[in-house]
């Protein structure tokens, strides 16, 4: 059974930084690749940050870049979220997810999810 555990989230200033695991279980990362996605309150679930699975490298969405860092301990099988110098508008769930074939940082794209963890940013 593949599961993914998010934690690390919680209350932080704005200005603050936070960082995110999701661990892995029942899957490689060596197979499946990693991506974090966010949804605030009354919007949709966004992609903000992806581990392309053709070179390896990075991709941002444009309000997080510079600020946010992906990474993932393969040995481990978890990936990590690295946020700084948050804002009050990256308060959301924060989601982990893995797919398993190539495809845009799109949630529509990803097979497994974890369960979300809050970040909450205040001013």
């Known amino acids: 059974e593949v599961q993914l555990q998010a934690s690390g989230g919680g209350l932080v200033q704005a200005g603050g930084s936070r960082r995110l695991s999701c661990a892995a279980s029942?899957?490689?990362?060596?197979?499946?690749?990693p991506g974090w996605f966010r949804q605030a309150p009354g919007k949709g679930r966004e992609g903000i940050s992806c581990?392309?699975?053709?070179?390896?490298?990075?991709s941002y969405a444009a309000s997080v870049k510079g600020r946010f860092t992906i990474s993932s301990d393969n040995a481990k099988n978890t990936v990590y979220l690295q946020m700084n110098s948050l804002k009050p508008e990256d308060t959301a769930v924060y989601y982990c997810?893995?797919?398993?074939?190539?495809?845009?940082?799109?949630?529509?794209?990803?097979?497994?999810w974890g369960q979300g963890t809050q970040v909450t940013v205040s001013s």
């Open positions: 997810a893995v797919q398993r074939f190539p495809g845009s940082c799109e949630p529509f794209n990803y097979d497994y």
């Open positions: 029942g899957l490689s990362f060596g197979r499946y690749t």
């Open positions: 581990v392309s699975t053709s070179d390896g490298g990075t």
